[in-house]
């Protein structure tokens, strides 16, 4: 019984043994993410996005930040831990090894004289004659008078003294740390114990299993539903404009749950009537479209209609549950749009290419919606080839402050950009009327605007020159600056309602045939990550080139010091297409701001096949693949019409899809050579 009371002390210990392992080094992890966290995502601190109450700490928004599940699991976690040790501290004090010299008083090795007087004297304080206190009479019992019968034995007093027992040497024990009520079981109450224990350990987590697996088998590893995606491939076409990448954006399966009450038909009909000029009818029969309009799915209408509230910036007159709504339409907008640019330049041709024209859409779109800027507002107009959505994107700025700019012949972004701090400040307070404290809030937005810059190279691995069917590897080096001096930040989105952070699509397309040859998602957020890829991406390549190891050392040092200093590589392979020269271009496209986009002209030469076979795979009989040389020149965005857009002159149109420049290595191409126009498909 005294072994199967020991066992039963132990098993406090076992349990918090098993739950310390996984607990602890989780906590540390979740901490250091938390810390890491906060030290990279640097927000805007002008006053627009101060007054949003966006990143506002409010103690009630850092309890409801804080009462994830997550963290409330982890926190009792930690409690029942708590509660454990003071369990185990409790019941080690209680049982104290027999230390019969210790409860006489007396130190090792007392005389039998000193034994008798020490129980004598404790006697007439604690027998039961003496002293009528239970508790007293307890202890006289079971450790005086044991204690005193241990030591006046010869045999028990010197097993005691020399074994530290008055029981002699004990043998080595071994017990199972279960409780008290597992030992003791029999008949009817160990089935019901056996019964118990196979619903709690085997059942319960197997219906847990199953209604895990039967809501995540709906979901990708981007909490995107699977439906989604199938809408989104269905729907999505070559020549799919910017104006028609809502109609596919809107169909998602998450925004169809969204439920559609009858409360809410006044509501949207009033919304409808301040968004009408953003949904693209046909003036001429205004009442056959609204009507159309109308007989939608009554999701769909709802969801363009909020969308649209964010684009014109009407989400003020919202009833409460619209905003609700709205709020959720928003929440998952970002992860949507990423699925629909995955879903724009996916594989789709022989070649094995996606589309340039809907992935374009789908940017412009994410940039809209992040800045609250109506789509019409792109449209080039006033000398201006990109609109005013760049600028609407600045706090305090408005159509009119656009237009009184425009007189002093600012009419792009990238010319208030180019401006002197003084100039700027002198323009915005004498022509647009703002105050010193509106001048400061742009400045502070515009420290925050990413410039881009990009170098690429392409070879074929451990050959010169590229030939029809060769593997190409495109090394793609892309800088971020800012002038505040921040590389990865939230950008400036104060009608936004949630955290976003910035991320960028890097392209590689032929504007003329539609074709994105290589495509791949760029964050300048995760450091370590990127050092990480960077570092085996070069190590790679030079060990593949037969270089020194010193040399590899030499590469990756510096490939090191490019990311720490604001640069991330993008590496990708593809097939090189026939014998030919290609004019490509390389598009590096924010999905949060407006009017910062990059692209690069690259001329690319493909030889004809006089090696055999192919490196990096099947061998191609009519070789197909790309460049021996390339030029590349860099081109801002700004002041250029980089890329179409449904708000893209047509007339250029038929002139550039027919265009197709005879490239030779080593001529240097003009800066907007390619232009947005020639992807070459109409819309729809």
Partial sequence: ???????????????????????????????????????????????????????????????????????????????????????????SSEEQPFEPFSILGLELGASDSEIKKAYRRLSVQYHPDKNPDPEANKYFVEFIAKAYQALTDPISRENFEKYGHPDGRQGFQMGIALPQFLLNIDGASGGILLLGIVGVCILFPLMAAVIYLSRSSKYTGNYVMHQTLSTYYYFMKPSLAPSKVMDVFIKAAEYMEIPVRRSDGEPLQRLFVLVRSELNLDLKNIKQEQAKFWKQHPALVKTELLVQAQLTRKTADLSSVLQDDFRRVLELAPRLLEELMKMAVVPRTPQGHGWLRPAIGVVELSQSIIQAAPLSARKGSGGSTEGIAPFLQLPHFSEAVIKKIARKKVRTFQELRDMTLEERAELLTQTAGFTAAEVQDVEVVLDMV???????????????????????????????????????????????????????????????????????????????????????????????????????????????????????????????????????????????????????????????????????????????????????????????????????????????????????????????????????????
């Fill in 1 to 91: 019984m005294a072994t199967s009371e020991e066992n039963s002390s132990l098993f406090p210990i076992f349990i918090l043994t098993i739950m310390a392992l996984p607990l602890v080094p989780y906590t540390i992890h979740k901490l250091f993410r938390a810390v890491s966290k906060k030290t990279k995502s640097i927000h805007c601190q002008c006053s627009v996005c101060s007054r949003s109450g966006k990143y506002r700490k409010s103690i009630f928004k850092r309890i409801s930040n804080f009462s994830t599940c997550n963290n409330l699991t982890l926190v009792l976690l930690w409690i029942l831990m708590a509660v454990l040790v003071y369990y185990i501290k409790h019941i």
């Fill in 450 to 684: 990413p410039s881009m810059t990009i170098e690429i190279t392409c070879e074929t691995e451990g050959e010169e020159g590229i030939q029809e069917g060769d593997i190409v590897t495109m090394y793609t080096w892309i800088t971020l600056r800012r002038r505040n001096g921040l590389i990865g930040a939230l950008p400036h989105a104060p009608y936004f309602p949630f955290h976003k952070e910035e991320n960028f699509w890097l392209l590689l397309a032929d504007s003329v045939s539609n074709d994105v040859w290589m495509s791949q998602k760029v964050s300048f957020m995760d450091e370590a990550t990127a050092i990480a890829a960077a570092s085996n991406a070069i190590e790679e390549a030079k060990e593949g080139s037969g270089a020194s190891a010193k040399e590899v050392k030499i590469a990756v040092r510096e490939a090191i010091e490019k990311v720490k200093s604001g640069s991330r590589l993008v590496m990708g392979k593809f097939q090189a297409p026939a014998e030919g020269n290609y004019n490509l271009t390389s598009y590096c496209l924010c999905d949060s701001w407006i009017g910062c986009d990059k692209k690069t002209s690259l001329k690319v030469k493909v030889l004809k096949r006089s090696r055999a076979g192919t490196r990096g795979g099947a061998v191609v009989d009519d070789g197909q693949v790309l460049e021996e040389g390339f030029e590349e020149e860099e081109d801002d965005e700004e002041g250029h019409d980089d890329y179409e857009s449904e708000y893209s002159d047509d007339d250029e149109d038929e002139q550039n899809t027919k265009k197709k420049g005879a490239a030779t290595n080593g001529t240097h191409r003009k800066g907007n050579g390619s232009s947005s126009e020639d992807s070459g498909s109409d819309e729809d």
